[in-house]
């Protein structure tokens, strides 16, 4: 018998164990002032280059510290941010941006131009639509301080949507000297224009990271909505707690030792609700899928029946069991782009089966050549809809044979070895789950999980050049029916092919006291202005 993460945790809180750690183990240091603000997040930060890294923490980070050209805000309509006013010539070829008055980096030196165009080039050299940006440009260049250019080859109407994107990794803004920096290569200074300062000498990694209130930071006028509007600081300091034990981080939030616990398990959501002092809010109400990537360049999965045995083995129902108990903070999901977006579809679902078709699965197993090969799942033990999810999934694939291993780790050991393309005997591996918000799958071009170029497309590298000449259309196509009709032919393929496996849909929420307000809503991003505490 399989003992579950749940199983043990019900267990745990059954035991009142939750209520009676000690503080000292509750919470990591001392408690501070109504001007500080904690929050406990499951993973330790280890990588600090937003632009080379396209975690949801390290994009966290960003957004404290560093800021971007544009921002989406609550209706994901971009709006101008460090950008004052811009503008475009007749022909819709040359895009002028202005800089507005006030921005400066933490080391006390003034944002240029120069700034802006060296990390437009950087990102553009990482991000699926930077990439898109770069190819599309015929230069990219300043003009003087304050202004800069980008010339186009062709007309791009979705080039200010790139710039204020939100999927990871984000363009932020950095000096010229760290921009100018291969992405190989990563930025380790942590300077950047935005509205917090990174605290290098109170950084404990593993255990805490600080972030002070940047006094010289001149927000927009604008109130704040999404990303968007006004980046107000109201605190004088927050302070990132690592806890990656769910029950330690709801029991510090109970005793008020933090403030807001990020990514709390659905196991703990009726708590949190029934807690006078708590409340359990949704920040994205489109939610997030969790997604199976596999690995295309190695057995099994470099034959396409055996991915095609993934989608028939998946039971979604049985995945939202595990992963979102509560049926309202889960559903199924059967389209690439999503259940939310405009450009979700049924094309070429057929394979969608409630309960899944085990038997099906199996049969296309066998005519992949299946022999035995070792399949190893990288399981995320701190991430708690992950874990559950691995396995559940290792569970299914051994009912049918497959000789499926857990490969556990925290986050980051996840995310280090996912880079791997070697076999599994050589450290490789073969299934990995991760997710991605539900808004982000409405556009290929900024999505790296709808990227399917091979060596250049994200990890488990897809490749179809049938689905990337689909995509490439993707830019030109300018109604919202002509995109939809393209997304119908782009699904049509993927499923073919199976560029990935979706394995349910999850909202996300958080936990906070009652006492801090003022949280900003952002799909999967947790950014740190505006929020204060009674």
Known sequence: MTISRRDLFKVGLAAGTALSMPAIVRAQTAPTGARTVRLAKLNDLRVFDPVASTEGDTADHGLAIYDTLFAVDSKLIPQPQMVEKWGVSDDKRTYTFQLRDGLGWHDGTPVTAADCVASIRRWGGVAPGGQLLTASAKDISKKDDRIFTIALKEPLGILLDILAGVTTPLPFMMREQDANRPSSELVTANIGSGPFKFNQELARPGVSFTYDRNDKYVPRQEAPDGLAGGKIVKVDQAIWNVIPDQQTSFAALQAGEIDIFVFPSADLYPLIESDPNLVLEVMNTSGSDLIM??????????????????????????????????????????????????????????????????????????????????????????????????????????????????????????????????????????????????????????????????????????????????????????????????????????????????????????????????????????????????
């Not at 569970?395 to 857990?406: R, S, T």
């Not at 490789?428 to 539900?438: A, K, L, P, R, V």
Request: aromatic letters at 10%; a neutral charge.
């Open 293 to 534: 990537r596999m690995n295309h360049l190695q057995k099994p999965f470099n034959n396409v029946k055996a991915r095609q045995a993934m989608l028939h083995l998946v039971d979604q129902e049985a995945f939202i069991g595990v992963v979102s108990p509560d049926p309202k903070y889960g559903r199924t999901v059967t389209s690439i782009f999503g259940n939310t977006s405009p450009v979700s579809n049924d094309e070429n679902t057929g394979w969608y089966k409630k309960g899944g078709d085990p038997e099906r699965a199996k049969q296309l197993f066998q005519e992949a050549g299946y022999a035995g090969e070792k399949v190893v799942i990288l399981q995320s033990t701190d991430w708690p809809q992950a874990d559950s999810a691995a396995q559940l999934l290792a569970q299914a694939l051994q009912k049918i044979g497959i000789n499926a291993e857990l490969a556990p780790s925290d986050w980051g050991g996840v995310t280090a070895r996912r880079q791997k393309k070697d076999p599994v005997e050589q450290g490789g591996w073969s299934i990995h789950i991760t997710n991605e918000y539900d808004n982000a799958l409405g556009n290929p071009l900024a999505s790296p999980f709808l990227v399917a170029s091979g060596d250049a497309a994200w990890v488990g590298w897809p490749k179809n050049d049938e689905y990337e000449a689909l995509r490439a259309k993707w830019a030109s196509v300018e109604t919202l029916e002509e995109r939809k009709s393209l997304a119908r032919e782009m699904q049509k393929v993927w499923w073919d092919f199976v560029g990935d496996v979706r394995l349910c849909q999850f909202i996300d929420a958080i936990g906070r006291r009652k006492s801090l307000t003022g949280i900003v809503s952002a799909p999967f991003l947790h950014p740190m202005w505006n929020m204060q505490r009674a």
